[in-house]
């Protein structure tokens, strides 16, 4: 494997489609670590990271398949995408169960993006660099909450707050010592007073 080192992706792609078969793995497991970044971007209720790791080696595979070194985009880059692609679809098709709650998570305050902000201060700033116009979404943010959390029963806001911090509704079941059923109820009702 010491002599591919030194090839460009592209000199790799066009080396295996010339019939070398070991290139497969050599690429496969030159890119895992950037599956695997991705993969732990994305949250799947219900599924483990390997799930998304999978996924995600899939869409690297159909990468290596598909790469067309006559377009001008760098195989780093097509693969970047075709990995995303793979994962947004499997999230997708998580969502699409008919009985499984809230399928996709991303937390309100976990920070993301370039410059580390979080969806709650994405959602309050609105992009907009106005002091007045962001400490009024902030007051308007702040307000949302204390008024859902009005509506919502003693065991709904518990149920949020977890939710919230990043569990899914079976490991709430197990830390409230409720059924996943009972949880998922309390979840479609909060959605239900979102709205």
């Not at 460009?8 to 070398?20: P, T, V, Y």
Request: glycine share 8%; aromatic share 8%; proline share 2%.
């Amino acid at each position: 494997m010491e002599e591919y080192r030194e090839l460009s992706d592209e000199q790799l792609i066009e080396k295996l489609r010339g019939g070398d078969e070991k290139l497969m793995d050599y690429i496969l497991d030159k890119y895992k670590p950037l599956v695997r970044k991705k993969a732990n971007a994305v949250f799947l209720i219900g599924g483990e990271t390997d799930d998304l790791i999978q996924e995600g080696m899939i869409g690297l595979f159909k990468a290596v398949r598909d790469y067309d070194g006559e377009k001008e985009a760098s195989f780093f880059s097509f693969a970047e995408l075709c990995i995303t692609r793979q994962l947004y679809k499997a999230v997708e098709a998580s969502n699409r169960k008919k009985h499984a709650p809230l399928n996709s998570y991303v937390s309100f305050y976990s920070k993301a993006g370039e410059e580390g902000h979080s969806l709650a201060e994405t959602l309050t700033t609105g992009g907009m660099g106005d002091p007045e116009q962001i400490v009024i979404d902030q007051e308007n943010l702040k307000l949302f909450w204390e008024k859902l959390k009005e509506r919502l029963s003693k065991m709904e806001r518990e149920v949020l707050d977890e939710y919230l911090s990043g569990l899914n509704y079976q490991q709430i079941a197990v830390k409230m010592g409720k059924s996943p059923k009972t949880i998922d109820n309390a979840l479609q009702r909060i959605k239900m007073k979102i709205r």
